[in-house]
Each structure stands twice: as structure tokens, then as C-alpha cells.
């Protein structure tokens, strides 16, 4: 009787599950940015946060370190190389080949890899 029980419990949960993750996709699709996986209003603030600490800096370079790459490091770096401000932004990932495969490639220069 428990695995029958246990079978309606996670039949019950899958289907609660499956409507949220309904809801969180129309969620996303609404507000998630191209940019980085945060909100646009996130995404915006925190690109003019960096655009205007480098500006701000006298030609001293922006240091920046980001925990886990991904989108936010290929547009951010492409920003701040287009606006020609000098920029080291490091980037501490686990999974080294999902930064050579899906993140290399984009980057605007070269990384020094560690």
C-alpha cells in the first residue's frame, strides 16, 4: 500500500509541478532578458552599472569576476570591448567543457585560460 500511495503522491506532484513550470515559462518568456539570465530591468541596470564604473575609471581597467558563465559574459564583454573600455572580467566556472563549447567561441578576444 506505501508504493501505492507514493505513485499517487508523485503522480499528484508532477502535475502541480508540470502547471508551474507552465506558469514559470510564460513568466519567462515575458521577462527573462537576452542579455544575461536575469530580468531585463535586471539585465539593463546592470549594464549601465558597468558601462558607466568603467567610464568612471580614468582608463584603469574594470575588473569584474562573475560566478559561472554564460550569456552575461559573451553580451557584457562584447559591450564593454565595443565601447573600447578596457575591461579584465573573470569568470570562475565548473564545467569546463560547457565553457568551451557554448561560451568560447562567442567572446569578443581571447581569454587566458587557467
Known sequence: MPEVTSRIRDQRDGEATAGLEDNYTVWARRTMSRKALMSVRDADLYEALLHRLA??????????IEWGDGRSTIWYTHIL?????PFQ???IEHDGQYF???VLPYLPTRPRLV
Not at 81 to 85: H, T
Open 55 to 64: 567610464t568612471r575609471r580614468d582608463r584603469e581597467a574594470l575588473r569584474v
Open 81 to 85: 570591448e565595443s565601447l573600447g573600455l
Open 89 to 91: 572580467w573573470v569568470t
Open 100 to 102: 568551451q563549447r557554448h
